[in-house]
């Protein structure tokens, strides 16, 4: 749902300043803009926190929860062969398509909140996108196992590049390859997660789950989701453009 955000924006800035030191030409313009990509991430983390926070405070008018929710959205799409589970954690939620299960952290498994039913939904629009072969999800589940190695070489690069003096050879060309890989994971997401949220309100309205006067407070709560998505990308994105640029100095 995004609540990993900041953990990740943090990770992106310690890993963009060790790239800044490992540079042997300055590039002021990269600077400049990663500043302004780590605001952005960080006003899109702070936004989904607030914006979750005001509306698990106002209580669905049918005090369904979100596990009801999630099973009636994913009934009316015939969905029977999927999981529903309580988690530990905060926005911890999750779709694990290779397990078939629709993962809710306590607050929003048992919650009656617009906040809670909102979350659950987008979940169990995922669980939809499975159900019909939605191509972007596919692509996104293709890509998983090279996320999963990317993400254990880059640190690799990183120390590298410390010890070596710099970034550059066959370090440089390896981390180009783990952020563009990473890079389109995180396009491909963007897709997948607005499509969620859209099925989500549709089917929230249409099942008489929330009247459409109790609308807003959901959509407020995805759609500040949906911004984590997009900084995530433009971090990855910039983190790639960074290493091209190295490149092409070389």
């Not at 905060?90 to 048992?110: A, G, I, V």
């Not at 994971?185 to 459409?212: C, H, N, W």
């Not at 500040?224 to 092409?248: D, G, P």
């Amino acid at each position: 749902m995004g609540c990993d955000l900041l953990v990740i924006s943090k990770h992106s800035f310690k890993t963009m300043i060790t790239l800044l030191a490992f540079a042997f030409i300055p590039q002021p313009i990269f600077i400049l803009l990663f500043i302004f990509v780590f605001i952005f991430a960080l006003y899109a983390q702070m936004r989904v926190s607030s914006a979750y926070s005001k509306n698990v405070q106002i209580p669905s008018r049918g005090h369904i929860t979100g596990r009801e929710a999630a099973e009636a959205v994913m009934g009316r799409a015939g969905i029977d062969d999927v999981e529903i589970v309580e988690i530990p954690g905060h926005l911890t939620d999750h779709y694990d398509p290779l397990n078939k299960q629709l993962c809710l952290s306590s607050e929003n498994y048992r919650g009656t909140s617009l906040a809670a039913l909102g979350v659950a939904a987008h979940e169990s629009g995922h669980a939809i996108q499975h159900k019909v072969g939605y191509k972007a999800l596919q692509a996104r589940m293709a890509l998983i196992p090279a996320t999963q190695i990317t993400s254990q070489i880059l640190p690799i690069v990183i120390i590298g590049g410390f010890f070596f003096g710099g970034i550059g050879g066959i370090m440089l060309d390896i981390g180009i390859i783990c952020y563009a890989v990473l890079t389109l994971f995180q396009l491909i997401t963007l897709p997948v997660e607005f499509d969620a949220s859209r099925r989500a309100k549709v089917e929230l309205v249409g099942l008489g789950i929330l009247d459409r006067d109790e609308m807003p407070g959901v959509n407020e709560t995805l759609d500040a989701a949906a911004l984590t998505y997009v900084a995530a990308f433009i971090t990855a994105l910039l983190h790639l453009l960074w290493l091209l640029s190295m490149r092409r100095n070389n």
